[in-house]
């Protein structure tokens, strides 16, 4: 059964920084490229970034930025996501998922270009 399993998250102030680990299980995603999105309440899920299969390209979302850094380590099918000044806007339940095989990095703000999900983890800002 695949699994994808989110974990890092909790609550710090603002300015502070957070690192959310996803880690997969049940088949490796080393050949798939994998990104981060984000929920807060009342709003749709949002992209905040991904990630290719070899780690060369990732993508951010504008209001990520600068700030938080997608990665990976495929030898321990888990990706990262390091997240600096943290403001109370990022203040959401943050998804990891798994794109599908052959998918393109210019199209990984998309949801639908993700097969596999996890359950999420809440980050919260405290301003």
């Known amino acids: 059964q695949v699994q994808l399993v989110e974990s890092g998250g909790g609550l710090v102030q603002a300015g502070g920084s957070l690192r959310l680990s996803c880690a997969a299980s049940?088949?490796?995603?080393?050949?798939?490229?994998m990104g981060w999105f984000r929920q807060a309440p009342g709003n749709e899920r949002e992209f905040v970034a991904a990630?290719?299969?070899?780690?060369?390209?990732?993508l951010a979302a504008e209001p990520v930025k600068g700030r938080f850094t997608i990665s990976r380590d495929n030898a321990k099918n888990t990706v990262y996501l390091q997240m600096n000044s943290l403001k109370p806007e990022d203040t959401a339940v943050y998804y990891c998922?798994?794109?599908?095989?052959?998918?393109?990095?210019?199209?990984?703000?998309?949801?639908?270009?993700?097969?596999?999900w996890g359950q999420g983890t809440q980050v919260t800002v405290s301003s």
């Open positions: 990630i290719s299969w070899t780690g060369a390209n990732t």
């Open positions: 998922a798994a794109a599908y095989s052959g998918s393109r990095i210019y199209t990984l703000d998309r949801a639908r270009e993700y097969e596999h």
């Open positions: 049940g088949r490796t995603f080393r050949w798939n490229a």
